[in-house]
């Protein structure tokens, strides 16, 4: 089991930006792919970006293309997400998820983390 936990998350005008971090502890000897989901007050909980274990091969829900870029660092066990150019409706509780492979990331397979809130002003 991998346990999560996301920092980054903030207040922040619009057409500003953020870097979330979200680092893994316990069992990460092992190869796992990582990612972020989103959910906003009101609406479920959807996929924002994954990444493979290498890094070589990303993923973006079609809603946030633009924006947002996924990356990681292994030697550190974190990944994280830089997001430009924020807009109000990209307020939300952002999540942590890893899982053994990508397609199970994108699922929503795997182990959480508590989420870190992002919250953009007009």
């Known amino acids: 089991q991998v346990q999560l936990v996301e920092s980054g998350g903030g207040l922040v005008q619009a057409g500003g930006s953020l870097r979330l971090s979200c680092t893994a502890s316990?069992?990460?000897?092992?190869?796992?792919?990582m990612g972020w989901f989103r959910q906003a007050p009101g609406k479920e909980r959807e996929f924002v970006a994954a990444?493979?274990?290498?890094?070589?091969?990303?993923y973006y829900s079609d809603s946030v293309k633009g924006g947002f870029t996924i990356s990681r660092d292994n030697a550190k066990n974190t990944v994280y997400l830089q997001i430009d150019s924020l807009k109000p409706e990209g307020t939300a509780l952002y999540y942590c998820?890893?899982?053994?492979?990508?397609?199970?990331?994108?699922?929503?397979?795997?182990?959480w983390g508590q989420g870190t809130q992002v919250t953009v002003s007009s």
């Open positions: 998820n890893a899982a053994d492979n990508s397609a199970f990331v994108r699922r929503g397979f795997g182990s």
């Open positions: 316990g069992r990460t000897s092992s190869s796992y792919a």
């Open positions: 990444i493979t274990w290498s890094g070589a091969s990303t």
